[in-house]
T-cell receptor, first 115, second 113 residues
Framework: AQSVTQLDSQVPVFEEAPVELRCNYSSSVSVYLFWYVQYPNQGLQLLLK??????LVESINGFEAEFNKSQTSFHLRKPSVHISDTAEYFCAVSILTGGGNKLTFGTGTQLKVEL | NAGVTQTPKFQVLKTGQSMTLQCAQDMNHEYMSWYRQDPGMGLRLIHYSVGAGITDQGEVPNGYNVSRSTTEDFPLRLLSAAPSQTSVYFC????????????FGEGSWLTVV
């Protein structure tokens, strides 16, 4: 079975500061990796995903994540955050074969951007 | 585009009552699923379907039933509501394939008293 660990339940940061949200996973088989974002009172939206190829993936709003197979990590980073980035961020995995579309989620990290 | 539509958005039930959460998608997605979101626990898969007539259990299926008579609809039924089922429920859909994006509805807030 797969598991996802997001050690930080809350991350406060000042606007324009950099941020890193940590994600580690455990799986005996190869996985795809995802970051989803949930704005207040809304559903989840895909932020970015790693399927194959370059281990660094980027989103359209300035976030990036790097797949590190040796450390089984997929940390999310942004060099300069904005107030509008305040949201909950979920890391998730799905296995390449045999698991279909099933996602296993971490417990989420609440990012709070302050002025 | 409507995407994934859930109804109702809010519901209060008494213990023992039954109800159905509706989910519809207009993207012709074969895969549909229901998750529940609880504080500190992330999202957990309740049931999922890979096409009309095909359903299967997820991580936390007890107390819930599903059916998939059409590609578009995937209702979730609570047979006899319990306070432990107080949660936020999300319906999600996507094209079949583990790397494909899953699209979520806006959620249904359910309180069982």
């Amino acid at each position: 079975a797969q598991s996802v660990t997001q050690l930080d339940s809350q991350v406060p940061v000042f606007e324009e500061a950099p941020v890193e949200l940590r994600c580690n996973y455990s799986s005996s088989v190869s996985v795809y990796l995802f970051w989803y974002v949930q704005y207040p009172n809304q559903g989840l939206q895909l932020l970015l995903k790693y399927l194959s190829g370059s281990t660094l993936v980027e989103s359209i709003n300035g976030f990036e994540a790097e797949f590190n197979k040796s450390q089984t990590s997929f940390h999310l980073r942004k060099p300069s955050v904005h107030i509008s980035d305040t949201a909950e961020y979920f890391c998730a995995v799905s296995i390449l074969t045999g698991g279909g579309n099933k996602l296993t989620f971490g417990t989420g990290t609440q990012l709070k951007v302050e002025l | 585009n409507a995407g994934v539509t859930q109804t109702p958005k809010f519901q209060v039930l008494k213990t023992g009552q039954s109800m159905t959460l509706q989910c519809a998608q207009d993207m012709n997605h074969e895969y549909m699923s229901w998750y529940r979101q609880d504080p500190g626990m992330g999202l957990r898969l309740i049931h999922y379907s890979v096409g009309a007539g095909i359903t299967d259990q997820g991580e936390v299926p007890n107390g819930y039933n599903v059916s998939r008579s059409t590609t578009e609809d995937f209702p979730l039924r609570l047979l006899s509501a319990a306070p432990s089922q107080t949660s936020v429920y999300f319906c999600a859909s996507g094209l079949i394939g583990s790397g494909n994006t899953i699209y979520f509805g806006e959620g249904s807030w359910l309180t069982v008293v």
